[in-house]
């Protein structure tokens, strides 16, 4: 699909996008608890469908009510799949569901898009190896076989958080105790706060022994409740954006008291208005490519933190990149920084292309509203915001959508 968006300045009021991140956390809560659980104000976005046809291939059943979900869970150690868990692209399901799936004794197998197969996975390799667990990826399917059983677990905290989400999820269940040793530096710590605050709704305890260590209980039973999906700050930094350039945005449901590491794009945006920061995104890596969009428009920027940027659906500050190069921008890419050079920023000179890479669409979408333009590969936006273009349309942004 390709979008064509005019110049304009927004101005209205939308409510924030439902977290994708809780969204995720919740329902997999949900499908371990031994009884019935409402998880409230779920989005549609492709990644949280993607969990829920995974849940449904481990055999719990669950019904849709508009925005709400209904959960008949079960122990994850009763777990029996009866078909393939298909992850489409999101790594959130695969990372978080390989060792809840891993619980009982039975096998299986996990299939995703082609990029993200390719994403890094040695951390649950590596796991499965040390415990005796089946593990095999031929880079179109990954094949797991427990049971994942209690004990002592090392993980790479500078990896990606979603690994020990993963075993978070998982390990309350086991029959006996459990440690994760974290080695440092962790990064995203916030994500590993979401996780076990999500479990925490359930009834589950799992305690910091100390800044690297996590305690986790065996034999805990998860207790079925009904939640409701906290706004998304990633997701609302896009329209956020808009404010920076002119534009009067009043995003709702954005909860004040969140623990959601995204919620520090307020200061980044702060900071990329008043100067040339130095901004490190090692714990926010999702607020890439906005910031960079931001610092192109503004005043330039140096970004540290930015090596996990290659990992995702793109290679996102290769990508920008070269979206940016098209409105006058130069951009220096190293290993764990990026720099965004001050500089005459004017239309773009050809169609953008979104990289199949709902960040970077919605980031290049911010800077067509001060140049117009279109994009190619818009779509990529269902991953985690559907009703993104719909938003900027009730903000005044005329926005047309177009197949070629």
């Not at 304009?8 to 924030?16: K, P």
């Not at 920076?244 to 623990?259: C, K, N, P």
């Not at 920084?337 to 239309?347: L, R």
Request: aromatic share 8%.
């Amino acid at each position: 699909m390709r979008v064509k968006i005019c110049r304009g300045t927004a101005r209205g009021r939308i409510a924030a996008p439902a977290s994708k991140s809780m969204a995720h956390r919740l329902l997999l809560c949900a499908a371990m608890c031994e009884g019935e659980s409402r998880v409230r104000g779920i989005s549609s976005c492709e990644d949280v469908l993607a969990t829920l046809d995974c849940l449904q291939a481990l055999g719990i059943e669950y019904s849709k009510e508009g925005n709400d979900v209904k959960i008949r869970g079960k122990n994850p150690r009763q777990y029996k799949p009866s078909a393939p868990l298909r992850c489409r692209e999101s790594g959130s399901t695969l990372r978080f569901m390989l060792p809840i799936a891993m619980m009982s004794g039975h096998t299986a197998v996990f299939y995703g898009a082609e990029g993200l197969m390719a994403r890094p996975m040695t951390v649950y390799e590596e796991l499965c190896a040390a415990h005796g667990l089946t593990y095999i990826n031929d880079g179109e399917s990954i094949v797991v076989k427990g049971p994942l059983c209690g004990g002592d677990y090392t993980v790479a905290g500078n990896v990606s958080s979603q690994f020990i989400s993963g075993l978070l999820f998982a390990l309350p269940s086991a029959k006996s105790d459990s440690t994760i040793k974290i080695t440092p530096p962790i990064e995203s710590r916030s994500y590993i706060e979401l996780t076990i605050d999500a479990l925490g709704s359930f009834g589950i305890d799992i305690h910091w022994s100390d800044e690297y260590t996590l305690k986790i209980a065996g034999n805990q039973k998860l207790r079925a409740t009904d939640v409701t999906v906290e706004g998304d700050y990633s997701g609302a930094a896009f329209p956020a954006a808009l404010n920076l350039f002119s534009g009067e945005v009043a995003i709702d449901g954005l909860r004040e008291d969140t623990i959601q590491g995204d919620r520090v794009y307020k200061k980044y945006y702060d900071m990329l208005k008043s100067g040339v920061p130095t901004i490190h995104i090692g714990d926010c890596p999702d607020l890439g490519p906005v910031l960079f969009a931001v610092a192109a428009a503004k005043n330039g920027g140096i970004f540290t933190g930015t090596k996990r940027l290659k990992i995702k659906e793109s290679d996102r500050a290769a990508a920008m990149a070269e979206e940016l190069k098209k409105f006058g921008t130069s951009v220096s890419v190293y290993e764990d920084t990026v720099v965004i050079y001050p500089a005459e920023f004017h239309a773009p000179s050809e169609v953008l292309f979104g990289h199949n890479d709902h960040r970077i669409v919605m980031s290049l979408s911010i800077l067509l509203t001060l140049t117009g333009g279109e994009i190619d590969g818009a779509e990529a936006v269902s991953k985690s915001y559907p009703e993104f273009f719909d938003h900027l349309s009730e903000l005044g942004i005329e926005v047309t959508r177009y197949e070629i």
